[in-house]
């Protein structure tokens, strides 16, 4: 769909007027809170002197520092090494004595064994103090899964998420699976299990005529639907493998789900993501980092950091490393290591963009931009365009009561 109908069709509910590439339409401070209505393009000049400005928003006396969630994407099978649990375990104690995080589970094609997992968030609940900063998630293809064990999961405050769309092997023209009996047992009691559909080239046509069957199946526990490029298993270079969709053809499923089915919108990624970033501010001025940390753990490799897509994700640390690290100095550590490998200047397709600070940007992969063209344009547009939406409405919000941050 071309970007001036996607914006009819916004317009037609909200009323919004839809700016340009580099002419944002608002003055955003660094936590992505709303300082005036002039452009930044018109009144910033250059991008020093936008930092500048954006700088000195910062120190706004009143306004709540936006809160950081570290998210800790792991693999299952990594969950088995036993030097490597004890890292995540090392890593999720030093990260949540300052920050709230999300430990997110992901299994391909071999089902977890669902005691083993209970075990895991044991051991990590165990070193919680007072404050419960770790929320837990198992993310799947549940086939053959018993409800009793999908239930005891629940019991142990485990979300679940049930992968369709596509999984490590799955054909591409199976584009939506669902074991839909399962589905209902465990909905029939009570329980939320939303859907998360991985988007790609071959299903994103087919996926806007599946949702109300899945969300039938589901009982309106709704469903998300994210890029491929975002499951921890995908591979761009794997042939098997489908690719991404194109800008247009992504953005009309992503618009056409968010008129139809707004009730489901604690859920619908990528755009709860990104009204979050909107509504609390994408980036945390004072230590200089996003308000979303990404970390992936699979098995053999040790931990990695990434923005967008993990499939490039950088080292960090390995499991040695960290289970020899100080307890009190690993979330230092994390957040040096951000800051000097996504530093803007070494990104030369987002340092200019003004929405960087709320967006929070893309993977630096220059050296490989080339053959992964799809996936960053991908990406950025879904990401702009949102922003750029959900920052009028905030906006409109701000006008009709001026004194609310
Ligand atoms: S990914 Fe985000 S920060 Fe980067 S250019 Fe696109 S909108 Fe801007």
Redesign the pocket.
Known sequence: MEPARLSNVLQKDDGILLEGWTDSPLSLDKFGRIIDSNRLGSIRGSDHQADHEVNQSATLEGLPTPRIVIRIHIVYEALHEDLLRLAIVHVAKAMMRRERIVCCIHFGSSLPDIGFVRDFVRLIRKCQEKSRRCHFVLSGHFCDTHANEIIELFDYGVNLQFVVGWWPGCPPDMYVSLQSELLRQIAELGYRIPLRCYVHKENVRQIANAIPDGLRANYESGFSLPLICSSPFYVSKHSENPNPPNSEDYLELLVHSFENYRQHDDVMEPIVELTETVVHGGWHGVLDVPTRINLLVKPGAGFGVYLQLPEYAIPWLNARDITSCDIDDLFDDLLDFYKKTFAWDKNG??NK?P??HI?G??DYVEERLKSITTPYET??NH??FFLQFLTHLKYREHLANPTRP
């Open positions: 397709f987002c963009c929405w960087r967006c940007g893309l990406v950025c990401r702009l």
